[in-house]
Protein backbone atom coordinates (compact mmCIF):
# COMPACT_ATOMS: atom_id res chain seq x y z
CA UNK A 1 0.00 0.00 0.00
CA UNK A 2 1.28 3.40 -0.62
CA UNK A 3 -0.15 6.37 1.51
CA UNK A 4 -0.43 9.88 -0.66
CA UNK A 5 -0.11 12.75 1.92
CA UNK A 6 -1.00 16.42 1.45
CA UNK A 7 0.70 19.59 2.68
CA UNK A 8 -1.58 19.44 5.98
CA UNK A 9 -0.78 16.78 8.33
CA UNK A 10 -1.83 16.20 11.60
CA UNK A 11 -0.28 13.71 13.99
CA UNK A 12 -1.76 12.37 16.91
CA UNK A 13 -1.25 9.52 19.80
CA UNK A 14 -0.60 9.22 23.58
CA UNK A 15 2.41 10.81 25.05
CA UNK A 16 5.25 8.82 24.06
CA UNK A 17 3.97 7.31 21.44
CA UNK A 18 6.33 9.40 18.88
CA UNK A 19 4.07 12.73 17.12
CA UNK A 20 7.52 14.23 17.74
CA UNK A 21 9.82 11.96 15.79
CA UNK A 22 7.38 11.19 13.15
CA UNK A 23 6.71 14.87 12.71
CA UNK A 24 10.34 15.97 11.97
CA UNK A 25 10.80 12.56 9.55
CA UNK A 26 7.52 13.50 7.59
CA UNK A 27 9.13 17.33 8.19
CA UNK A 28 12.44 16.35 6.92
CA UNK A 29 11.22 13.76 3.82
CA UNK A 30 8.24 16.32 2.71
CA UNK A 31 9.75 19.64 3.36
CA UNK A 32 7.09 20.93 5.22
CA UNK A 33 6.90 22.86 8.31
CA UNK A 34 6.72 21.11 11.68
CA UNK A 35 4.96 23.06 14.35
CA UNK A 36 4.78 21.01 18.07
CA UNK A 37 1.84 22.15 19.23
CA UNK A 38 2.69 21.55 22.99
CA UNK A 39 5.00 24.53 22.23
CA UNK A 40 2.48 26.97 21.25
CA UNK A 41 0.26 25.93 23.76
CA UNK A 42 2.36 26.30 27.15
CA UNK A 43 4.09 29.18 28.59
CA UNK A 44 6.64 29.10 30.87
CA UNK A 45 5.99 27.88 33.96
CA UNK A 46 3.45 24.91 32.48
CA UNK A 47 1.01 27.62 32.68
CA UNK A 48 -1.79 27.20 29.98
CA UNK A 49 -2.78 29.81 27.49
CA UNK A 50 -6.44 30.69 27.75
CA UNK A 51 -9.04 28.94 25.76
CA UNK A 52 -10.11 31.94 23.62
CA UNK A 53 -6.44 32.64 23.24
CA UNK A 54 -5.43 29.18 22.16
CA UNK A 55 -8.51 28.82 19.72
CA UNK A 56 -7.21 31.74 18.01
CA UNK A 57 -3.76 30.71 17.47
CA UNK A 58 -4.97 27.42 16.30
CA UNK A 59 -6.95 28.84 13.88
CA UNK A 60 -4.50 31.15 12.60
CA UNK A 61 -1.78 28.28 12.25
CA UNK A 62 -4.29 25.86 10.42
CA UNK A 63 -5.01 28.71 7.73
CA UNK A 64 -1.51 28.56 6.35
CA UNK A 65 -1.53 26.38 3.04
CA UNK A 66 1.32 23.99 4.42
CA UNK A 67 2.09 22.48 8.13
CA UNK A 68 2.25 18.96 9.76
CA UNK A 69 1.19 19.88 13.49
CA UNK A 70 2.29 17.76 16.42
CA UNK A 71 -0.03 17.09 19.53
CA UNK A 72 -3.67 15.91 20.36
CA UNK A 73 -5.69 19.17 22.68
CA UNK A 74 -9.01 17.69 22.29
CA UNK A 75 -10.55 21.27 22.46
CA UNK A 76 -8.93 22.08 18.66
CA UNK A 77 -9.35 18.73 17.55
CA UNK A 78 -12.18 18.70 15.19
CA UNK A 79 -10.90 21.98 13.50
CA UNK A 80 -7.53 20.74 13.10
CA UNK A 81 -8.66 17.21 11.58
CA UNK A 82 -11.07 19.45 9.33
CA UNK A 83 -8.67 21.49 7.82
CA UNK A 84 -5.52 18.67 7.44
CA UNK A 85 -5.20 16.39 4.22
CA UNK A 86 -3.75 13.56 6.24
CA UNK A 87 -4.19 12.79 9.47
CA UNK A 88 -1.90 10.01 11.26
CA UNK A 89 -3.00 8.72 14.64
CA UNK A 90 -0.11 6.40 16.15
CA UNK A 91 -2.38 4.35 18.17
CA UNK A 92 -0.06 2.34 20.48
CA UNK A 93 -0.63 -0.01 23.39
CA UNK A 94 -0.33 2.56 26.73
CA UNK A 95 2.32 0.78 28.51
CA UNK A 96 4.81 0.81 25.16
CA UNK A 97 3.70 4.55 25.69
CA UNK A 98 4.44 4.63 28.97
CA UNK A 99 7.73 3.25 28.97
CA UNK A 100 8.86 5.86 26.27
CA UNK A 101 7.19 8.47 28.08
CA UNK A 102 9.67 7.30 31.03
CA UNK A 103 12.66 7.50 28.72
CA UNK A 104 12.06 10.79 27.88
CA UNK A 105 11.82 11.94 31.40
CA UNK A 106 14.95 10.48 31.82
CA UNK A 107 17.03 12.02 29.54
CA UNK A 108 15.44 15.61 29.74
CA UNK A 109 14.52 15.62 33.44
CA UNK A 110 14.98 19.25 34.25
CA UNK A 111 15.68 20.63 30.91
CA UNK A 112 12.98 21.75 28.29
CA UNK A 113 13.13 19.83 25.35
CA UNK A 114 13.02 20.90 22.08
CA UNK A 115 9.42 20.46 21.22
CA UNK A 116 8.47 21.80 24.27
CA UNK A 117 7.74 25.75 25.07
CA UNK A 118 11.15 27.85 26.97
CA UNK A 119 10.68 27.27 30.46
CA UNK A 120 8.81 24.27 30.70
CA UNK A 121 11.37 21.70 31.94
CA UNK A 122 10.85 18.30 31.47
CA UNK A 123 9.50 16.78 35.09
CA UNK A 124 8.10 13.42 36.89
CA UNK A 125 4.80 13.59 37.19
CA UNK A 126 2.08 11.23 38.51
CA UNK A 127 -0.82 12.64 37.16
CA UNK A 128 0.90 12.80 33.57
CA UNK A 129 1.87 9.25 34.07
CA UNK A 130 -2.01 8.45 35.37
CA UNK A 131 -3.24 10.24 32.07
CA UNK A 132 -0.81 7.90 29.99
CA UNK A 133 -1.96 4.99 31.34
CA UNK A 134 -5.78 5.77 31.75
CA UNK A 135 -6.86 9.12 30.56
CA UNK A 136 -6.05 9.03 27.21
CA UNK A 137 -6.75 5.79 26.09
CA UNK A 138 -10.29 5.69 27.77
CA UNK A 139 -11.23 9.64 26.87
CA UNK A 140 -8.93 11.24 24.71
CA UNK A 141 -8.68 7.58 21.94
CA UNK A 142 -12.21 7.79 22.32
CA UNK A 143 -12.34 11.42 21.14
CA UNK A 144 -9.97 10.71 17.95
CA UNK A 145 -12.08 8.18 16.75
CA UNK A 146 -15.38 9.68 16.99
CA UNK A 147 -13.74 13.10 15.24
CA UNK A 148 -12.09 10.45 12.83
CA UNK A 149 -15.54 9.21 11.87
CA UNK A 150 -16.85 12.32 11.56
CA UNK A 151 -14.46 13.97 8.85
CA UNK A 152 -13.95 10.73 6.91
CA UNK A 153 -12.67 13.18 3.67
CA UNK A 154 -8.77 13.48 4.48
CA UNK A 155 -6.16 10.49 4.23
CA UNK A 156 -6.61 8.57 7.66
CA UNK A 157 -3.65 6.50 8.94
CA UNK A 158 -4.05 4.58 11.75
CA UNK A 159 -1.10 2.69 12.99
CA UNK A 160 -0.90 0.38 15.62
CA UNK A 161 2.90 -0.83 16.18
CA UNK A 162 6.24 0.20 15.35
CA UNK A 163 6.65 -1.89 12.95
CA UNK A 164 3.61 -0.83 11.46
CA UNK A 165 4.86 2.49 11.42
CA UNK A 166 8.61 1.87 9.58
CA UNK A 167 6.38 0.12 6.69
CA UNK A 168 4.51 3.70 6.37
CA UNK A 169 7.57 5.04 6.39
CA UNK A 170 8.64 3.31 3.26
CA UNK A 171 5.71 3.54 1.21
CA UNK A 172 5.27 7.75 1.58
CA UNK A 173 4.18 9.92 -1.74
CA UNK A 174 3.69 13.80 -1.55
CA UNK A 175 0.72 14.94 -3.47
CA UNK A 176 0.68 19.17 -3.71
Known amino acids: MSYKLGNRIIIIGNSGSGKTTLSYKLGELLKLPVIHLDKEYWK ?11 DEKVRKIISEPEWILDGNFNSTLEIRINRADTVVFLDYNRFLCLLDVIKRIIK ?40 LAKYNENEQIIIKSRAELKKFLTTLTHTE
Open 108 to 147: HLGKTRPDMAEGCPEKFDFTFIKWVLWGFPVKSRRNILKC
Open 44 to 54: KGWVKTPKEEW
